[in-house]
């Protein structure tokens, strides 16, 4: 069959990767992509949100199947606008219509349809322009730390935690009268601060049935032991240790099952992916968000370990069929190490050359590349913060860890980053 795979990052390369070894992928198609999917699939320079390029793509090259990995279109009704096309309804796709993609795309929506289908998550409440001094006077009322987000899309950096009330003050003002985060903090969510190990469950939805995969932790920050401004991920850990058989059951009959059925029950349809941001906090799950789509990096983790057909899956979840799908994973660990562009997560470098790459991976990693466009003469270079995903392979999490920073260290250009920690946290933790 003909694939299209949206996106460009990361997550989109290990989803390309993935595909192209099923018995029935034959022709798979990456818009916009980059310089990795290029090398195992064809390009398409069509924009995500270019919804009627991308609909007429599907019927020029009959298309099969539509996989969209990023959450942007998904939040802006691409499905919507297929279901809404008679050419291009019965395209099986994967990825929730507008509505169901609320869940990522409005913090306040999915704190509500929590609160309604009794899904345990942080206390909150939202505010906006019109309430500012409402907020203020609420910031006062809470412990320490205060949790602020912005209610919508901010490429995962618009999460703040402040220590103090007086930063608490200036960041809720900055977000709602200064539009730091644009549009996405019209509104702001004061959470309450959860304390715990935090891990990532992804769930596959073909609108009633699920199956759920590899969990994942994933590093938020920028930098070493968890500081600096947040980012869209630095790296990840499949499995996570602490999430063992008790643990999990507890997320499936606390949060996995009440979420599917909080969607069925408020009509909401909904095929593809949904992530679940958790903390275990004392041996409970609390959810502290959800969104419409696989995370990166924790895709690039979660994916190597995944053993069955993984087009199977996503074809399953296009055409209702999931329940006749048997997952099979790996017991073996994957650790995620990414490579950043200097200055990132504020403004960064452009169009570097990047050296290494063709030494790299072993049959102990892999090389996912995201920021990255051909250059001439064979040459990759950087074109975004996030800009290469290293996964190590492993029986053990050392191992993977090991073989995850033995291939970053073959690779460079100028100005490149990366955390030095991934994964020492568990190490610590299972001491």
């Not at 320490?144 to 003002?173: R, S, T, W």
């Amino acid at each position: 069959m003909n694939i299209l795979l949206i996106g460009s990052g990361g997550r989109e390369h290990a989803f390309a990767w993935k595909i192209t070894q099923s018995i029935h992928c034959k022709k798979l198609f990456i818009a916009p992509g980059n310089a990795g999917t290029a090398t195992i699939g064809e390009n398409v320079p069509i924009s995500v949100t270019d919804f009627k390029r991308l609909g007429s793509f599907c019927l020029e090259n009959q298309i099969s199947l539509v996989v969209v990995g990023p959450e942007e279109p998904l939040v802006n009704g691409l499905r919507d606008y297929f279901e809404a096309t008679d050419e291009l309804k019965n395209i099986p796709f994967v990825g929730p219509g507008k509505i169901g993609a609320q869940l990522e795309g409005s913090k306040d929506f999915s704190k509500k349809f929590m609160a309604r289908h009794g899904i345990p998550t942080a206390a909150s409440q939202t505010f906006t322009k019109e309430s500012v001094e409402e907020g203020i006077a609420f910031i006062q009322k809470q412990p320490l730390p205060i949790v602020l987000k912005a209610d919508g899309l901010a490429a995962g950096k618009g999460v703040l935690i402040c220590d103090n009330y007086e930063q608490a003050q200036n960041e809720f003002n900055a977000m709602l009268l200064e539009n730091k985060f644009g549009a996405a903090s019209a509104k702001v969510v004061i959470e309450e601060f959860l304390e715990g190990i935090e891990l990532s469950v992804f769930v596959a939805v073909d609108g009633s049935e699920y199956i759920v995969l590899p969990e994942a932790k994933d590093y938020k920050r920028i930098g070493d032991g968890d500081t600096g401004p947040n980012t869209g991920g630095m790296g990840a850990v499949s499995p996570v240790p602490f999430a063992d058989g008790e643990f999990m059951q507890k997320v499936r009959e606390r949060v996995v099952m009440p979420t599917i059925l909080g969607l069925m029950k408020d009509h909401i349809p909904y095929q593809g992916f949904i992530f679940v941001g958790l903390m275990n906090k004392a041996g409970d799950p609390f959810v502290i968000e959800y969104n419409v789509r696989m995370g990166d990096p924790e895709t690039q983790a979660v994916l190597p370990r995944i053993k069955s057909d993984f087009l199977e899956l996503l074809m399953s979840i296009g055409t209702k069929t999931l329940g006749q799908y048997t997952l099979s994973v790996a017991t073996s660990t994957a650790t995620t190490v990414v490579m950043v562009a200097k200055g990132y997560p504020d403004a960064y470098e452009k169009g570097k050359i990047i050296e290494g790459l063709n030494v790299a991976a072993t049959e102990n990693s892999l090389v996912f590349h995201a920021g990255t466009v051909s250059g001439g003469s064979g040459t990759v270079h950087t074109a975004g913060g996030r800009v290469l995903g290293i996964t190590g392979l492993g029986e053990e999490i050392p191992d993977a860890i090991s073989n995850a920073y033995a291939c970053v260290e073959k690779i460079s250009w100028d100005g490149a980053n990366y955390r030095k920690d991934i994964g020492q946290d568990i190490l610590l933790l299972q001491k």
